[in-house]
Every structure is written in C-alpha cells, then in structure tokens.
C-alpha cells in the first residue's frame, strides 16, 4: 500500500449533477496529481497541486477544477457531469522540493465515478 | 506529439517462465520512465523506474530496459508467478514537466 487515500470508493450520479472527490496524499509528499481512467485505457493527467496552487493542467475543460489543503490533501470537483465523466478517478502524491520532483509518483486506489 | 505505446496488448506466459513486456515511446526529451502495476480495482502500483542517462535497472525479479537510439523500453519479470497477472503500464516524464505520461497498457496472463 502507497499510503494515499481516496474517498468515497464508488459513487453514482447522474448527468448535470456535481461531484467532489477527495484525497489524502502519502506522508511527507507536498504534490497531489489528478487522473482520469477510461476503462481499459491508461491514466490521463487532469492537473496537479503544488503548494495549493495549481501547478500544470492537462485537456480537460474548466469544469474540472480542484483545491490542496495546507494538509497537502486534495479535492476535485467536477460540475455539470456529463456521460462520459463515467471513468476511474485516481489521486497520485509525490514531492516537490524546490520546484523540482524529486520522487515519482503513487497512487491512491481511485474514486470509481459513474453518471447516469 | 509525444506518446507512449505498448507494441502487445496481451500477454499470455506460463508460471515460472520469464515475461517481457514493450513500450515505445516518441519523446527522446524524456528523463524518466515508470513502469506500473494495475491490478483489477486498484490503482497503479510502482514497480521500477529508469531514467534516461541509464540503460539498465535490476529490481527483485523485474529488470527495466531502456534503448534510446531506438526509444523503446522493456519490463522483463523472472519466473513469472500467477500474482504478477495485471495490466502494465509504462510512463513517462520529463524533469521540466509536472505530468505522466501513460500508454495504453498491455494486459499480462500467467498461465498456471
């Protein structure tokens, strides 16, 4: 086990309806990175935190949008949920020291979102 | 564009034989490689990792390869064992980024 946590495990919503996932990095890591995976595809980068900011974005529309905690915990929200938002939410931690990653990145178990 | 891709989308062994598993990539920028383990429901689980100025790295039973002249990367396990049945993913990174980069994965099956 990574030592990073999501919440909740699965969850089912339907379409226009918003959501909040949540995520709590592996001890001593200050970077939270967000992914998305289809099924049957490879994780794709949604946005990574870093010093509550966030640090980079990969191609998904403003709808997706995220918080870090001083914690170094994490949120991402999606509004408006679409169908195709049906997918395995994963958190990654890792740290950043001086603005350079210094350690790769692990993986929580992931938020299994369905959208009816 | 940059991307990662696996050459087999499923892998068949027998238990105890050796498995190897391919990845190409295109970004001869990248400094760092991942090779992670998915089994079903769980996220990826770190395996071993490479970076670009090394062509070799020996972890228990699992051994990275990395090719630069051709960009090609390779996951070789050891007497294959029913647990290392899983999806596996290759990715990649550069220092100046702040993202994986995932391929599509290749599905492992170890034949008892």
């Known amino acids: 086990e990574t030592g990073v946590t999501q919440s909740p495990t699965h969850l089912i919503k339907t379409r226009g309806q918003q959501v909040t996932l949540r995520c709590s990095s592996q001890s001593g890591h200050n970077t939270v990175s967000w992914y998305q995976q289809a099924l049957g595809q490879g994780p794709q980068f949604i946005f990574q935190?870093?010093?509550?900011?966030?640090?980079g974005r990969g191609n998904f529309p403003p709808r997706f949008s995220g918080l870090q905690f001083p914690n170094y915990s994490s949120e991402l929200n999606v509004n408006a949920l679409e169908l195709d938002d049906s997918a395995l939410y994963l958190c990654?931690?890792?740290?950043?020291?001086?603005?350079?990653?210094?350690?790769?990145?692990?993986f929580g178990p992931g938020t299994r979102l369905t959208v009816l | 564009g940059e991307s990662v891709g696996l050459h087999l989308p499923t892998l068949s062994v027998q238990e105890g034989d050796n498995s190897i598993i391919n990845c190409a990539y295109s970004?001869?920028?990248?400094?760092?490689f991942i090779w992670y383990k998915q089994e079903s429901g769980k996220g990826p689980q770190f395996i071993i990792d490479?970076?670009?100025?090394?062509d070799k790295r020996q972890g228990q039973r699992v051994t990275v390869l990395l090719n630069k002249t051709v960009k090609h990367l390779s996951l070789q396990i050891a007497a294959t064992q029913p647990g290392d049945s899983a999806v596996y993913f290759c990715?990649?990174?550069?220092?100046?980024?702040?993202?994986?980069?995932f391929g599509s994965g290749t599905r492992l099956l170890v034949r008892p």
């Open positions: 935190y870093y010093r509550e900011e966030e640090n």
């Open positions: 970004n001869s920028a990248s400094d760092y």
């Open positions: 490479i970076r670009s100025n090394m």
């Open positions: 990715a990649e990174w550069t220092d100046s980024s702040y993202k994986l980069i």
């Open positions: 990654a931690s890792s740290l950043v020291w001086r603005d350079v990653s210094t350690d790769t990145q692990y």
